[in-house]
C-alpha cells in the first residue's frame, strides 16, 4: 500500500464519502404571526399554520407561548387567543425562542428534530445528524 498521499487528496477521498444530506441547504424560515388585536385580546390567526410548519403539537406552543407571554390562551374558531394586548414583534420573538429552543437542531441548525419523552425528560432529537439535547419540559 502506498501511504504518500497529499492532504487535499485525502480530503477530498473523504468528502466524497459524506452523505448528500450533510451538504443540503433547504432554508428554513420561522414562521411570521398573523395577529390582530381586539379588546382587550390578541388573536394569532395562523396559529395552527405556525405549529403545523414547525411540526410541533399546538398544544405544546400554546403552553410556550401562554408561559413567555404571562397570559391565559385558548384556541377558538378564529385561531388562538390570548388575554391582553401584544403586537405582532412581541408574538414573533416569542415564536422565535420556541424555535431556537424546541425546533432547530443545537448541532446542524436544521428543522428536522423531534420532541422524546423519557421518563421526565425531555429531549430534542435530529433526524438529520443524529444529534440529542435534553430541553426544558413545559
Known amino acids: ?3 504518500n498521499y497529499a492532504y487535499e ?9 459524506l452523505p ?12 411570521r404571526s398573523d395577529s390582530f ?9 395562523n396559529f395552527q399554520e405556525i405549529a403545523q410548519r414547525m411540526n410541533r403539537d399546538p398544544n405544546h406552543l400554546m403552553k410556550f407561548l401562554s408561559g413567555e407571554l404571562a397570559t391565559s390562551g ?5 385561531g388562538a387567543v390570548f388575554q391582553g394586548r401584544f403586537s405582532n414583534h412581541q408574538i414573533n420573538e ?3 425562542k420556541y424555535a431556537s429552543t424546541y425546533v432547530l437542531c443545537h448541532e446542524c441548525g436544521k428543522p428536522d428534530t423531534k420532541l422524546l ?3 421526565r425528560i425531555v429531549f430534542l432529537q435530529c433526524e438529520a445528524c443524529g444529534a440529542r439535547h435534553s430541553v426544558r419540559s413545559i
Not at 20 to 31: D, G, H, L, N, Y
Not at 37 to 45: A, F, H, S, Y
Not at 74 to 78: H, L, T, V
Open 94 to 96: 416569542k415564536i422565535e
Open 37 to 45: 388585536n381586539m379588546g382587550n385580546r390578541t388573536i394569532v390567526k
Open 117 to 119: 419523552r423519557e421518563e
Open 74 to 78: 385558548n384556541f377558538e374558531s378564529r
Open 1 to 3: 500500500m502506498d501511504f
Open 20 to 31: 448528500e444530506k450533510v451538504f443540503e441547504q433547504s432554508r428554513f424560515e420561522i414562521p
Open 9 to 17: 487528496e485525502m480530503l477530498d477521498r473523504a468528502i466524497s464519502n
